[in-house]
Each structure stands twice: as C-alpha cells, then as structure tokens.
C-alpha cells in the first residue's frame, strides 16, 4: 500500500522527472559534448528552413536560431562512462490484442530491460528509450517483433551524437522525430549566456537518424533537463514544454517547425500533459483562478495545436466552487476509446481526484479509483490516494497493484474494467512505476523491477 501522505501520482511524475533531471545536469561527457559539436564525420548542422508562419504564428525572438551550439563551459569532472548498451529479449507478445492473463517474474539486478521507461509502436515495429545514472542516459532499443530488442550505439555516422540525451520519440506519417538534449556538467551554475543545444532528429527505420533543426531550449524543455510533451494529431506534432507560459513548435514532418507565441495557451494555464487525438489535442493541467496562485484542475481543447480554447473545462470536485481549495490534473493515461486525466488536490481536497474523458471535452469524476479502489487512510490530514497506479500506452488501459491484495485489470476506455488473472512472483504492494511493453508489463518499486508477462 501507498504512503496516504503522498500523492501517487506526485510520486510517479516527480520521481521519473527526478531521476531524468538529476542525471541530465550531473552526468554527462564533456569531451563527448566537444566532439558532438565539432560534428568531425561531417558539415555542421544547417537548419532546415522554417514553414513560413501565419500572421498568428509570428514569433518574438529574443536570439536567431543558431546553426551550431556554443562553447560547452568546460568546468566539471568528467562523467564516468558506463557499459554500452546490450541487447536483450522479452516473451513474444500474444497473437490476441486481448489479453487474459500475466505471469509476473522478478527481473536480475544487471537486466537491460529494467532501463526502460517508455517504448513506442510504430508501423514497422518498435522504440524503446531507457534510463541509466552513466552514459549513455538515455539508451535506446529497436526491435521488429516485440521480442528482440536491439540496442542503438550512439556516435556513429548514422546515429545520435555521442553526449546527447533523447527527449523523446514518435512517429509521423514521414516516419520517427526525436528531439534531443545535450546539457553540460558545471561546478558553478552555468553561464546565463549558454544556450542548451537542442536538435530534432528523423528516421524511415529506428536505426539510422538524420539530424535537423537546431530549436531554442525553452521552446521544447524547459528547465533543461525535463522532458518535453509530445502529442500527435490530426495536424501534426506538437511539441511543448510543461508549467506556466508554456512554449509550443508544431511540425508535420520532423524536419520544418513553426515556433508559435509565446501566448499560445490562455495566461492563467498550466500545462501538465498533452495528447493528441484522431479529432484535435486535449491539454491538462491547472487554471490559476486566484491572485495568490492556487488553481484548479483544468482542460483545453485544440482542433489544430495551434489554436487553444480561451477558457478551460474545470474538472468537477467536491470543492469546484471553492476558489481557496487547490487541485491540478499531472497526467493523461490513454486507451484507444477513452483516457483518465489523473490528479492531486490540496490538503483541503483530501483525495487525488481522477477524471475520464471519451474524447478528451468532457469529463467525469472517478471518485472511487475503480478498479483499484482508496487506500484505507486513518490518521488526521492524510488524502485519500489511489491503491495502485494506472499506465496506459494509446492501446490499453492497465491497472496494476502489488502485494497480497495485487491485481491487475485491463480497459479501452477507462470506464469498463476486465480483471485478468496474474501468478508468479507478484510484485511488492510499494510498486507503482509501470511502463507497457508488447509483451507484458514493467513493474517497479524503485529498487527491484518485475515482468508481467501478458497471456493471450
């Protein structure tokens, strides 16, 4: 069961973020950064030229768009190199898109697949980016089938730079975009004046990546180091960097990138999570609804990326009408018919509110947390959370909870719940990091990792 002190979901999103950030700014190879701006096996990086924006998508910008990155500060240690990336396998995913069962096995300390923390299916297969506190921080696997997973050497002629962190990944129908980082370890702060070089890089097959634009840090990731958010939709990509005034760079191709104002979204929202649709793009976050800055959790439509809803839709809570009582929606776990906006109040709220949405307009409060039910929460002041943490990858819905009283449930929408029957060594009541693979489910405590491989 949960620490009821804590929010689940500020557990999941500030300790994923956490460990992204805290490697990004204290490791990271200068001599590796050196050689990936000196780009030795070829020419310097042109940009590719801009799509001439509409009168509403003209930017001010501070700086022009570099063609190469600065001088990296060259104070700080040397990070330590660790081993390269291997290979490895997980069971072949069922011939059903319905699953009827896991079978949970605890992962080996020294297993690749325990690095993962996000994988994408594309129409030729699949990616899937990983973690680690040495470089490469963020590895990255391919695999055709779904079972064998080969790793992505960084530092070839055909590959990302050596140095460089993957933000992310997702496919267009020109192929994969992946937009990178490279952020430079210094004793001091770094100089205000250095610009975190930030590339966006295409691919026709997972393997060999093409380098493109050269984007403004605060336009993708803000503060360096945290992951933007990325959303597909009926208009392209979208990427955008999280909290207030957020930025926003739209592409249909990965290559050619319209940066929109920097009033793109309503000045009273916070952006916390972003997907795109088959009909526009659903944001989340908070909507500042006093002078002192506390907020309620919100959502934004858009049928193009570009142009969002002036007002939001405040999600429903015991206390919607209460200006003084705080709540935010983090995150947005998708099916293919449905999505739950997940969230956390004050201390006023008392609950970790969840919310579903069909089509990402309108939404329902999920009071309950069905299927997983409340914690059971006794002692004065603690909220009411969640027993179990929710991953959904835009194909499946996955409810999971570890311990005695572990289950694991499965929805396309996030309303109707089927229970599937799960053996093996079951995981700790304390794991709550999911991430869906093909195959099976990843599953850890923060410490030990197990595999739910799915039956079908």
Known sequence: MHDPATPE??????????????????????????????????????????????????????????????????????????????????????????????????????????????????????????????????????????????????GTSTTFWPGLAVLGVTELPTGLVAVTEAVPYCDQPCPLTYVVPVVSWTSADGRRWTPNLLLPPEWPSSPPGQPPLFAVGPAGLVVASSGPAAHLATSTDGSHWNL????????????????????????????????????HAAALWSPDGRHWSATPTLLPTSTTNRPDVGSTADTLVVGPNGMIAVGRGG????????????????????????????????????????????????????????????????????LAWRRLPATGDIPSDQAYEAVLLPGGVLLSDGTTYWFGEAQG
Request: glycine share 10%; charged share 15%.
């Open 260 to 295: 929109l104002p920097v009033d793109g979204f309503p000045a009273r929202f916070a952006l916390n999570d972003l997907h795109g649709a088959a009909t526009g793009y659903v944001a989340v976050g908070h909507w500042l609804t006093t002078s002192d800055g506390v907020g």
């Open 9 to 154: 979901s500020q557990q999941v999103t500030d300790d994923m973020r956490g460990r992204r950030t805290a490697g990004l700014v204290l490791v990271l190879i200068v001599v590796f950064i050196g050689v990936a701006i000196a780009k030795p096996w070829g020419s310097p990086v042109e940009p590719a030229p801009f799509a001439t924006p509409s009168r509403a998508d003209v930017t001010p910008r501070a700086t022009s768009l570099p063609t190469t990155a600065p001088e990296v500060p060259s104070a700080g240690p040397s990070a330590k190199v660790g081993p390269l990336p291997v290979a490895f396998t997980t069971p072949l995913p069922p011939a059903s898109a319905t699953w009827t069962g896991l079978r949970w096995r605890r992962l080996a300390p020294d297993d690749p697949l325990s690095l993962v923390t996000s994988v994408l299916q594309w129409r030729r297969g699949y990616v899937a980016v990983g973690w680690q506190a040495e470089a490469p921080l963020t590895p990255v696997w391919t695999s055709a089938d779904g079972t064998h997973w080969d790793p992505l050497i960084f």
């Open 347 to 414: 201390a006023a709220l008392r609950a970790a509110p969840w919310w579903q949405s069909l089509d990402g307009r309108r939404w329902q409060p999920l009071p309950t947390f069905a299927p997983l039910g409340p914690t059971t929460c006794t002692s004065d002041g603690c909220s009411v959370q969640p027993n179990g943490t929710l991953v959904g990858d835009g194909h499946r819905i996955v409810a999971v909870r570890g311990g005695a009283d572990g289950g694991v449930w499965t929805s396309t929408d996030g």
